[in-house]
């Protein structure tokens, strides 16, 4: 008894110091990664520019200039004009928008279905976990490429073709978050506060929503970086094919497409290079920044 | 073991059959029939075209047609390619030996790399070397194939003239000549090491940061405390125990191969089954698409088999039951 009130007055007279929250050591961690700061910081001007790109230049994209085919880098045009007269460094800022905003689409798309089924999954268990793994197995088994190929050949001039390019791949591309997620959750629910949380009455969507998904949110940030880059790749080489976006609609991958003509590939470096170092650029900051992030969120590393 | 890797087999069967369900779905969404694509519709009388069609049986019910192709397809018969007008079977079968070439060469090439690369830089970690490698490393692993395809042909093909930039073998060689199979690797080489890169990438780590993790463990101690020379040490007992885990790569190496094989090909112009899938799709080719997409999904639930077999053959504890 005596021991209780002297620790009471001990905690009274030392004002309980706040320990910092995992989201802010992570933070903290991570601002201190040189690395990961250049590479999101590089991240967010090409977003910035790409987003701003109407504003930036006047040229028309879409517009074809037999006039001046294939110039090479000058004042006027920075980057020169590809095979159809148009600008590059034009075509390069716009097709910024295209690639980043169906990298982001799918990421979250990818993000959300693998979140919902992975966790649903992990919660229940039993038959429903088995029935959705197995459907998630069924998923992970098609070869992603071959798919992706066939079911845009299949929609393609029903639908808008990026939403095409976009569904198309955030269906196939799940499998992996949603087992990540699930395996988390079979972890996180043993603990008591989810016993406790369900005995007070907490529905099940209650309980992976606000106690659940909070504790695993620092994988699934993780895992939400990686699959950006992935999908900046998909996109970017499925266009590169010629089976992603719509030829007429800029992206850094149908700029690429243009390499696929050995005149362009060995004389006209100014077209493909470009979006080839841009593409390798962005995905290896994304790379990066996904490094710091899992560093940060990971309590063993000493940073 | 046995009995695990051949209830592994069994489960394939139903996973088999769905995806073909899917896979024949999918083909006959596709737009138009192989009829549509190689009869001008103008003067070709549609009353032919329809008594084809009946011939053909695409008015049949869709089940029916699926079980009149799959039974086909079990008894090896997967019918005669719309394009070139023969067996679909003779088509792949032209190609198939190019693409197995080059799957073999990148998992060679790889080996070979990523063994010199990972065994030296886990031996000396942390030096100016092994910084060099991880870089590499890292760009390997974060370029995506087609840029580092178009990259290589544009410095060993056009710049330095190492290597050719398209094709599987030179023209007006005598098939089997020594000079024959020469030119075929020289043709591989460089598609080859493009498909591997990825792996090279992720080989070369993993053996290193194996081998790092080895040195500091108690046989190795053992090892140095009676006098072992360090090479031994590392050539002989380090190097068995890290080499091992290696082979559970292989089996992703097969699915990575698959939809490698679509991009190189397709860059390097190389004759190949990739290749020929894209070319299914442009000319709507639907008896070798669909015989191609079966093959390669068939692969890739090989590819996932072997690698859940070997992850228990190497490591007992993760074998599931």
Same mark, same amino acid.
């Given at each position: 008894m005596e021991i209780a009130t002297q620790n009471e007055k001990n905690v009274l007279v030392t004002p309980p110091k706040k320990s910092l929250s995992p989201f802010a050591i992570a933070r903290k961690k991570f601002v201190k990664n040189k690395l990961a700061i250049i590479s999101l910081l590089f991240l967010l001007i090409v977003t910035i520019i790409s987003i701003l790109a109407p504003y930036i230049t006047t040229a028309d994209i879409t517009r074809i200039n037999i006039g001046q085919m294939?110039?090479?880098?000058?004042?006027?045009?920075w980057l020169g004009t590809d095979k159809s007269g148009r600008d590059v460094f034009t075509r390069l800022l716009y097709g910024g928008r295209i690639s980043l905003l169906v990298g982001i689409s799918c990421t979250l798309f990818v993000i959300f279905l693998g979140t919902l089924i992975g966790s649903i999954s992990g919660y229940f268990g039993g038959a429903v976990d088995s029935l959705l793994m197995r459907f998630t197995d069924f998923i992970l088994n098609f070869p992603f490429l071959v798919f992706v190929i066939v079911l845009n050949a299949i929609l393609f001039g029903k639908v808008n073709g990026l939403w095409v390019l976009i569904g198309t791949i955030s269906l196939l591309s799940w499998g992996g978050i949603a087992r990540i997620v699930r395996s988390k959750i079979l972890a996180e629910k043993e603990n008591e506060y989810i016993t406790a949380a369900i005995s007070i009455g907490c529905s099940p969507a209650k309980v992976i929503i606000k106690h659940l998904l909070p504790n695993i949110l620092s994988t699934i940030i993780v895992q939400a970086t990686i699959t950006f880059a992935t999908m900046i790749v998909a996109e970017t080489g499925l266009s590169f094919l010629g089976?992603?976006?719509?030829?007429?609609i800029p992206s850094w991958g149908n700029m690429l497409?243009?390499?696929?003509e050995p005149d362009v590939l060995q004389f006209k470096l100014w077209i493909w290079v470009p979006p080839a170092l841009i593409i390798t650029i962005t995905i290896l900051s994304i790379n990066f920044i996904g490094e710091g992030l899992k560093d940060a969120f990971n309590p063993k590393s000493k940073r | 073991m046995l009995k695990y890797a051949f209830r592994r087999i069994l489960g394939m069967i139903p996973m088999l059959l769905l995806t073909s369900i899917v896979i024949f779905t999918l083909a006959k969404l596709m737009p138009g029939d192989s009829l549509s694509g190689e009869? /001008?519709?103008?003067?070709?009388n549609p009353e032919y075209i329809a008594e084809m069609r009946e011939k053909l049986g695409y008015n049949d019910p869709l089940p029916q047609q699926y079980f009149r192709w799959i039974s086909g397809f079990v008894e090896g018969d997967f019918g005669k390619s719309t394009?070139?007008?023969? /067996?679909v079977s003779e088509v792949i079968g032209e190609r198939l030996p190019n693409t197995i070439l080059l799957g073999f060469s990148s998992i060679l090439i790889t080996y070979i790399l990523a063994f010199i690369m990972g065994s030296y830089a886990g031996r000396k970690p942390y030096t100016l070397t092994d910084n060099l490698i991880g870089g590499l490393n890292y760009i390997g692993l974060a370029i995506p194939s087609f840029i580092a395809g178009v990259f290589a042909i544009f410095f060993?093909?056009?710049? *330095?003239?190492?290597?050719?930039?398209?094709?599987?073998v030179d023209i007006g060689v005598t098939e089997g000549t020594l000079e024959w199979w020469l030119s075929r690797f020289h043709h591989v080489f460089l598609p080859a090491v493009v498909l591997g890169l990825l792996s090279t990438a992720s080989y070369t780590q993993f053996l290193r940061n194996d081998i790092i993790e080895n040195s500091r463990k108690d046989y190795v101690r053992t090892a140095r405390a009676k006098g072992t020379p360090e090479r031994k040490i590392y050539n002989v007992h380090i190097l068995r125990n890290s080499i091992?885990? *290696?082979?559970?790569?292989l089996g992703f190496d097969i699915v990575a191969i698959i939809s490698g094989a679509i991009i190189t090909e397709t860059i390097f112009t190389y004759p190949g089954l990739g290749q020929l899938f894209l070319q299914s799709v442009g000319t709507r080719d639907y008896p070798v698409l669909l015989t191609l997409t079966m093959l390669f999904s068939f692969l890739t639930l090989i590819g996932n088999l072997i690698a859940d077999v070997l992850y228990g053959v190497v490591d007992p504890r993760i074998r599931l039951d």
């Open positions: 294939s110039l090479e880098p000058s004042g006027k045009h089976f992603g976006v719509p030829q007429e497409n243009s390499a696929n | 009869i /001008d519709p103008r003067n070709t394009r070139f007008k023969i /067996d060993f093909s056009f710049t *330095l003239g190492w290597f050719p930039s398209n094709g599987s091992i885990p *290696l082979i559970t790569f």
